[in-house]
Each structure stands twice: as structure tokens, then as C-alpha cells.
């Protein structure tokens, strides 16, 4: 498999032509999507407005405006070849999913194309087959999906037709969220009041805020004949097998180095469907590691840059196999280089244009963007489990504190400038700071205590977990492919909780007679106190940040089922059910099935490295030690007694590798079958984490020696050479 791996390279480099399109970019911009644009053309002016009121103000969808936009969507679609629809949501498998039904309908006995607005709104999946976690059984088999209107439907095609997707909701027959939409709205919503409460303090006329992301999304590509010859990455998405290569990431020639002409075609035809389905792809360049790539879209809101994001992982495994790649989003496919992660650069807008985590150029401007900043800062700091939690999986496991990634720590990098300012806050200085005398603006604030800030005069720090980068933080220790929903959710919650805390307090001090802005900074000062440890400026790969953190009191926890805990402490509860993001019911079940997913995960890594090490690895190092046998025994033959002493001494170290690879994966798999008898989930997980894994990286260490010894062309398996540089 291998060797005609190896061949079928070859036939497959020819770069792709099927991005070849020649339309402006901005022609094809959400060409396949019922944008506002196909809204109000397709449909009546009333029925436009009352559809637009449902998107931004969330007001109630008559029956009548329903029936009236399923009517116009369907003669948008079915222009554009469409014979099907579907239910578009994000179950918690982590994937996407859809259900399509035709257009086809018979009406007194004759066929016609019907799309209602009762199909529109409401679809039933069945439910039983979804993870619950104990919510559903298995007889139990209502669902419902539900049409979310504020994220646009768009048309998937393929070379067998063309679907339209409507984006929805996914709960269960008794009303509970089983999805990552749902909570995710919920939390938006929350946010949005919350930080329109806040921003009244600054502007009156400030009506909504907007929570808007921007995902960089890292990831491997590598030729579908080398992955069809690896059972690893066909089954588990990276390498359970595989020495380092002689040159690695070591000369580091391939970040930002010139693209590959078959990956820039690739890209070519990603970038051109993305586009088309409304995905504003703006950026494209090689990453660090040898075959690893990223794309990154300009910024969206929080609700359609999430669906955008599951909808580009799908479109990133569609356009590769086309182009006789697989694209690889596994957090850690290849061990001893970089990983990928997806960085969430999130920030927070008004309705009257004005970005909240952006200095301003008044005094009351720069008292906002400093109430909205120590606010956020409060957050992370109080609720840094639970964001560690919402990244939590057992890809992740692997990259975080490994090869450039941040360490499982969540701290915060604010910039030489910012942590200047901090702590003259701190430390109640009424002096500004001095101009720095190069030229760039600093904004007087004309408020006591508070000092001057000068805009996006810092470094970036990119071993940050979460780092604020001159008008918006970028969560950077989120997992390549992971649903984003799940860490924005988390995030705009803990900071609407937060938000909410902050005006209780403000309001307090207020009613006892402060003055507004004095109330604030009391406030704003004592905050910055209380989470100055979560702040870290320093090396966060190092391992003085690890004995420094963990001095400050900041939790390293770096395996999935530790990690998940924080779901289901008193803190998560307060803002989840606090905030009604999520019941206590919901939180246990998505606690339990991310612990089930983690556990079955891991097994199924566990039973396919003992399988691939007794049926390839070891019969392979047999039949080299055979040849290597008989050339000792020719060797004593003709006299050449120090020669064979040196064969014999490889051979007895195949022997010992061997041994101890079927030793370890009888052990294994005994353990394996003792963590199988467990029924509490969390202790399964803990037992396969901490009890089986450790078995698979002892079967790999010794299968890695033999790769090593050896000869090449008896070995199995493609190696690391091959799957990192052959393209």
C-alpha cells in the first residue's frame, strides 16, 4: 500500500482546474445564499420588513410572513437547479448535519414543487441517534430543528444536484438544546443587553451590541493515496505511528514560504466556493509545520461566523478530496511539529459604529473602552475553568503546551502599553503618561487616576491562550476542529454575567451618591485587582510560567476529563442557569457527552494502535530480522565472526522492541476491558486517559525504534518524510 501510495503521487500532482473561474470575487460574494439582497428581491416589501424586524430585533414570525418567505426561497432556489431542501444544524457530535426532503409534492393526484412556511420553520430529525446524554433514549425518537432567520440559507451543490440549507436549531421533543446553536443565540442575547446597559453609561443613543468574530482556521493537507495507506489517519484523523523525519519544522522555511502550486489551486477552489456561499475568505498562506496551511476570513457576527466556520470544515474536506488531498483537522496529526489550532479573534460593536475594545479619542470614549476591557479581563480570570472546559477534547490534549501552542494555562497577554496603564490604575497615579516622543497619538482622558492610552503601540504575543491584540482578543488555545460554538458561547456568557455584575455594583455606588464616572473607576480599580493574576506578559511556553502560575493560583489542568469538571461547578451553573443559557439538565448531558466522546475516541485510538502494531509494525520487523538472521549465519560461515556479533546484536534489539510492543498490547488491552466495565462516565474517561493511553505511547516509542531499523522498503507504513513533503 505504501509503494503504490507512493506511485499514485504522481498521477495526483497535477494541480486542479477547477477554481478556475473568472469572476471578480466580489461578482461571486454570496451568489449561492437568499442574502438581503435575493430577500428583497424575491419578496414583497412588507414581507421583507416584518423578516428583517424577525433577524434583528427578534420579534415573532407571523404564519402568513412564513408561507410568503418559503415561497420566495423557493423561486430563488429552484432558478438555481435546486431540487431538495434541508434542516441545517450542528448536533453535538461536533459535525454538521442535514435531513433533505424534495420539493415534490402531489396535489389531487398531480406532482408539484411545494415549500411551506410550516417546512420552513420546523423540521423533525429524529432524535434517539444524536448524543443526549441521558436526555433522549433510544425510543424516544422526537426532535425538533427550528429555523434560525438571522443566519442567511445558502445552496450546497455537488455533482448530483444542488440542496438548500436552512440553518436551525436542534432540541429535543421536551425542549432541550441539542446543539451548539441553541445556547449560543441565548448567550448573544444575553450579551447584547447586558453590554447596552453598560454602554448607556457612555452613549444613550447606543441601542444593541454586536459580538463579532473573526476564525483563522489552521490545517494539514496531505495526498488521499498516502492517507489510505495510514489506517490511522483514515480512522482517528492523525498518526499513532511515526519516527521524526531527518528535517522537521527545524529550518522553518515553511511558514509564509511560497505555496505549492497543486495546494494553491486547491485554495483557488476553496476560497471561490467559500466566497460564493457567502464565506468572506480574505487570507491564505503556508503555516509553520511542512504541509500545514491557513485560511482566515474577514469579521462576522458571533452567529454567522460560527456557522461559516462549520460550514468551511465541510467545504475543507469536500474541495480536498476533489483535489486528491485530505484535509487533516485534527489538532495534533503528526508528532513532533506544530499543531493546528483555530484562533477566535472576537470583539464587541455598537449599533453607532463604535468598537468597544478600541481606544477612543475623548476621555469618555477611552472610560468605555477600559470598563469594557476590565470587565472581560474579570471574566476570564473568574471563569478560566470553564474556558479551559469549552476547548477541551482529546485532540486538543495533544497540542496544547506542545510545539507553539499555549499551554492548557488560560491567561491573558495585554501589551506593554495597556499593562502600563493597568497599573498606574492600580496604583492611583493622576499623572499621564509621557508621550513616547515617536510620533503616535495619545488620547487625553481628562479624568482623575486615569492615564493616557495610546492605540495598538504593543508587541503581539502569540504563546498567549487569549491575548488582546489592539481592538479585539484572540482566543488562541481553541482546537482546529472544534465547533466554535461551544468557547463563544462560554465567552459572550461569562462576559454578559460579568457585565451585569459591573452595573449592579456601579449602580450601587451611584444611588449612594457618586458621581457616574467616579463610580465607574472605583469600580474599574477594584477589578483590575482582582484580576491582575490572570495577566502575563512573559514566554507562556516556558516552564517558569508553569511554577509562576501555578504561585498565582492559576489552574493547569491538561486532559479532557479534568478539564470538563468545571461544567459542573457552582460558578458555571450561575451563569448558565443564571442567565437561562442552559438548564441544569443540559449541563449534565453536555458534560457527560463530551466525556463519552473523549472515551470513545481514545478507544478507538487504543484498539487501532494494537492492531496496526501486531498485523503491520511487528510482522514487518519479523520478516527484517529473517534476512538479517540468515545473513549472520552467512556471515559465521565464511569467518566473519565480528561482522555477525553485529548483526546478531541488531537482531536481539528487534527482538526486544517486538517483545515489548505485544507485552504492552496485551496490557492494554486488559486495561482496556476493565475501563469498558465502568459505568460512571467520568470515571471511564479518567481510566482511559490515564491508564490505557499511557500503554499506546510505550507501543509507539518501540514501533518508532523499529521504523528506524528497519529496512525501508519492508516497512508498512507511510513515513513521516512522505506525508509531511510529497505533494
Same mark, same amino acid.
Request: charged share 25%; net charge negative; with cysteine.
Given at each position: ?181 441553541? @445556547? ?60 521524526? @523525519? ?33 464565506? @468572506? ?15 482566515? @476570513? ?101 497540542? #496544547? ?233 552467512? #556471515? ?92
Amino acid at each position: 500500500m505504501r509503494f503504490r501510495a507512493l506511485h499514485t503521487i504522481e498521477q495526483n500532482a497535477e494541480p486542479s482546474t477547477n477554481g478556475t473561474d473568472k469572476r471578480k470575487i466580489s461578482e461571486l460574494y454570496n451568489s449561492q445564499v437568499f442574502s438581503l439582497k435575493a430577500m428583497k428581491k424575491y419578496m414583497s416589501g412588507e414581507t421583507y420588513n416584518d423578516l428583517l424586524s424577525a433577524i434583528h430585533e427578534g420579534t415573532s414570525i407571523d404564519p402568513q410572513v412564513a408561507d410568503a418567505v418559503a415561497t420566495a426561497m423557493k423561486t430563488w432556489a429552484m432558478e438555481r437547479d435546486t431540487t431538495h431542501y434541508t434542516h441545517w444544524f450542528q448536533p453535538l457530535t461536533g459535525l454538521t448535519a442535514e435531513k433533505h426532503d424534495s420539493f415534490f409534492d402531489l396535489k389531487d393526484g398531480e406532482a408539484i414543487e411545494a415549500f411551506t412556511g410550516n417546512a420552513l420553520i420546523q423540521q423533525e430529525p429524529d432524535a434517539s441517534s444524536f448524543p443526549s446524554g441521558g436526555i433522549r433514549n433510544t425510543f424516544e425518537a422526537r426532535g425538533y430543528t427550528a429555523w434560525d432567520p438571522s443566519s442567511p440559507a445558502f445552496l450546497m451543490k455537488t455533482r448530483a444536484g444542488v440542496t438548500l440549507c436552512i440553518p436551525t436549531i436542534f432540541v429535543s421533543y421536551t425542549g432541550e438544546a441539542l446543539d451548539y446553536k441553541a @445556547p449560543l443565540l441565548r448567550a448573544l442575547h444575553n450579551l447584547d443587553k447586558a453590554a447596552v446597559d453598560v454602554c448607556r453609561y457612555f452613549d444613550p443613543e447606543v441601542k444593541k451590541v454586536i459580538a463579532t468574530l473573526g476564525v483563522e482556521q489552521e490545517y494539514f493537507l496531505v495526498d488521499s493515496a498516502m492517507v489510505f495507506a495510514r489506517p490511522d489517519l483514515m480512522l482517528t484523523g492523525r498518526t499513532l505511528f511515526g519516527h521524526a @523525519p531527518a528535517k522537521g519544522q527545524q529550518l522553518e522555511d515553511h511558514y509564509f514560504g511560497s505555496i505549492p502550486e497543486r495546494v494553491n489551486a486547491f485554495m483557488v477552489e476553496l476560497e471561490r466556493e467559500a466566497i460564493q456561499l457567502g464565506i @468572506p475568505l480574505k487570507t491564505r498562506h503556508n503555516e509553520v509545520a511542512p504541509g500545514q496551511f491557513e485560511c482566515a @476570513p474577514l469579521f462576522e457576527e458571533v452567529n454567522i461566523a460560527v456557522d461559516h466556520n462549520a460550514l468551511l470544515m465541510d467545504i475543507l474536506d469536500k474541495i480536498s478530496r476533489r483535489n486528491h488531498f485530505i484535509c487533516l483537522l485534527h489538532e495534533k496529526p503528526f508528532e513532533g511539529v506544530n499543531g493546528s489550532g483555530k484562533h477566535n479573534n472576537w470583539s464587541l460593536s455598537t449599533d453607532t459604529g463604535v468598537n468597544l475594545l478600541s481606544p477612543g479619542s475623548t476621555s469618555i470614549r477611552n472610560l468605555q473602552f477600559l470598563t469594557f476591557l476590565l470587565n472581560v479581563t474579570k471574566a476570564v480570570h473568574d471563569h478560566a475553568p470553564l474556558l479551559r472546559a469549552s476547548i477541551a477534547g482529546s485532540g486538543n490534549d495533544h497540542r #496544547l503546551g506542545a510545539n507553539e501552542a499555549p499551554p492548557a494555562i488560560i491567561s491573558m497577554f495585554m501589551g506593554s502599553e495597556l499593562t502600563r496603564v493597568l497599573d498606574q490604575l492600580e496604583q492611583e497615579k493622576e499623572h499621564f503618561i509621557e508621550d513616547a516622543g515617536n510620533g503616535e497619538a495619545s488620547f487625553k482622558m481628562d479624568i482623575p487616576k486615569i492615564p493616557n492610552i495610546r492605540r495598538d503601540n504593543t508587541d503581539r504575543n502569540r504563546t498567549s491562550p487569549f491575548a488582546f491584540t489592539g481592538n479585539k482578543f484572540e482566543f488562541r488555545a481553541v482546537g482546529s476542529s472544534a465547533n466554535v460554538a461551544s468557547p463563544m458561547t462560554v465567552l459572550n456568557a461569562i462576559v454578559a454575567h460579568q457585565l451585569k455584575c459591573f452595573k449592579v455594583e456601579v449602580d450601587q455606588l451611584i444611588e449612594g451618591g457618586e458621581a457616574k464616572e467616579m463610580a465607574i473607576l472605583q469600580i474599574l480599580k477594584k477589578y483590575n485587582a482582582e484580576s491582575k493574576s490572570v495577566r502575563f506578559e512573559g514566554n507562556n511556553y516556558s516552564e517558569e510560567w508553569v511554577a509562576e502560575a501555578e504561585k498565582r493560583g492559576l489552574a493547569n489542568v491538561k486532559t479532557t476529563p479534568e478539564a470538563l469538571d468545571a461544567y459542573l461547578s457552582d460558578k458555571t451553573k450561575e451563569v448558565f442557569i443564571g442567565n437561562r443559557i442552559l438548564t441544569e439538565r443540559e449541563i449534565k448531558a453536555r458534560h457527560e457527552i463530551t466525556l463519552d466522546i473523549y472515551t470513545k475516541r481514545t478507544q478507538i485510538e487504543s484498539r487501532l494502535t494494537g492492531e496496526l502494531a501486531l498485523t503491520h509494525i511487528v510482522p514487518a520487523a519479523i520478516r527484517y530480522q529473517n534476512v538479517l538472521i540468515k545473513n549472520q549465519l552467512g #556471515l559465521r560461515k565464511i569467518g566473519l565472526e565480528d561482522e555477525a556479533e553485529a548483526v546478531l546484536n541488531t537482531i536481539k534489539k528487534i527482538s526486544t522492541n517486538v517483545s515489548l510492543i505485544k507485552e504492552n498490547v496485551k496490557k492494554m488491552v486488559n486495561e482496556r476491558k476493565k475501563a469498558n466495565e465502568l459505568e460512571d462516565p467520568r470515571e471511564k474517561a479518567l481510566a482511559y486517559c490515564h491508564i490505557v493511553k499511557p500503554f499506546m505511547d510505550n507501543i509507539r516509542y518501540h514501533a518508532d525504534k523499529l521504523e528506524i531499523m528497519v529496512e525501508d522498503k519492508l516497512w508498512p507504513l507511510p513515513k513521516y518524510r512522505e506525508l509531511l513533503f510529497l505533494r
